[in-house]
């Protein structure tokens, strides 16, 4: 896995910001998709909100204080600020990956609302590497999907980052250990979960 990573490191270093041309990534995850269950990823942002987006369009802030980001399980943001992602996938089965935008006119939409154009989307064949600019993620939305169906077709995606954070997992789950803070904060967001749910399943 760190040989991938740094043979996809030197074929993107002209491209990449100087602080992550200083080493090469440091940690790697692994996506698998299967053309038989139509796997997908659903559109979304890694680090960054709407509304943070927003902010930056506006004038409000600026993409340098955005040091916080914003990472959906409650855990600290562990990219290094500043940083490139790199993603290798490859695989029998093409996929199609997309930015989305915002409409002009409603900055704030909901992302089922985002714009895809053709511009802003990539066919993944047999071999691609994506390289993502830090304030991808801050203004665009991201998704990939197989346009077809299949029997055996799969994609993996080698997702690499420069990470600032320690996190260890356990082997025969692959879940990460979390400590009693983490633990709190996801008792919580379950709870918002459930009444949110109970909310919705009311109406």
């Given at each position: 896995?760190?040989?991938?990573?740094?043979?996809?490191?030197?074929?993107?270093?002209?491209?990449?910001?100087?602080?992550?041309?200083?080493?090469?990534?440091?940690?790697?995850?692994?996506?698998?998709?299967?053309?038989?269950?139509?796997?997908?990823?659903?559109?979304?942002?890694?680090?960054?909100?709407s509304?943070?987006?927003?902010?930056v369009?506006?004038?409000?802030?600026?993409?340098?204080?955005?040091?916080?980001?914003?990472?959906?399980?409650?855990?600290?943001?562990?990219?290094?600020?500043?940083?490139?992602?790199?993603?290798?996938?490859?695989?029998?089965a093409?996929?199609?990956?997309?930015?989305?935008?915002?409409?002009?006119?409603?900055?704030?939409?909901?992302?089922?609302?985002?714009?895809?154009?053709?511009?802003?989307?990539?066919?993944?064949?047999?071999?691609?590497?994506?390289?993502?600019?830090?304030?991808?993620?801050l203004?665009?939305?991201?998704?990939?999907?197989?346009?077809?169906?299949?029997?055996?077709?799969?994609?993996?995606?080698?997702?690499?980052?420069?990470l600032?954070?320690?996190?260890n997992?356990y082997?025969?789950?692959?879940?990460?250990?979390?400590?009693?803070?983490?633990?709190?904060?996801?008792?919580?967001?379950?709870?918002?979960?459930?009444?949110?749910s109970k909310?919705?399943?009311?109406?």
């Amino acid at each position: 896995m760190y040989t991938l990573g740094v043979a996809v490191w030197r074929a993107a270093y002209e491209f990449l910001t100087d602080l992550s041309r200083a080493c090469p990534p440091t940690g790697c995850q692994l996506l698998l998709y299967y053309s038989l269950f139509q796997s997908a990823i659903g559109r979304h942002r890694d680090n960054y909100t709407s509304q943070q987006m927003v902010a930056v369009i506006n004038g409000e802030r600026r993409i340098s204080q955005l040091l916080e980001g914003s990472h959906h399980g409650g855990d600290a943001n562990s990219q290094v600020t500043g940083s490139n992602v790199l993603i290798w996938t490859e695989g029998p089965a093409d996929m199609q990956f997309c930015l989305s935008f915002p409409p002009r006119d409603d900055l704030g939409a909901n992302r089922d609302e985002y714009v895809i154009h053709p511009t802003f989307c990539v066919a993944l064949g047999a071999g691609t590497l994506l390289i993502f600019s830090p304030v991808d993620d801050l203004f665009f939305c991201h998704e990939a999907f197989f346009l077809r169906d299949g029997v055996g077709g799969y994609r993996l995606a080698f997702v690499f980052r420069w990470l600032s954070q320690e996190r260890n997992f356990y082997c025969c789950t692959n879940t990460m250990k979390l400590s009693a803070e983490l633990e709190q904060k996801e008792a919580e967001l379950k709870r918002k979960r459930a009444a949110k749910s109970k909310r919705q399943w009311w109406k």
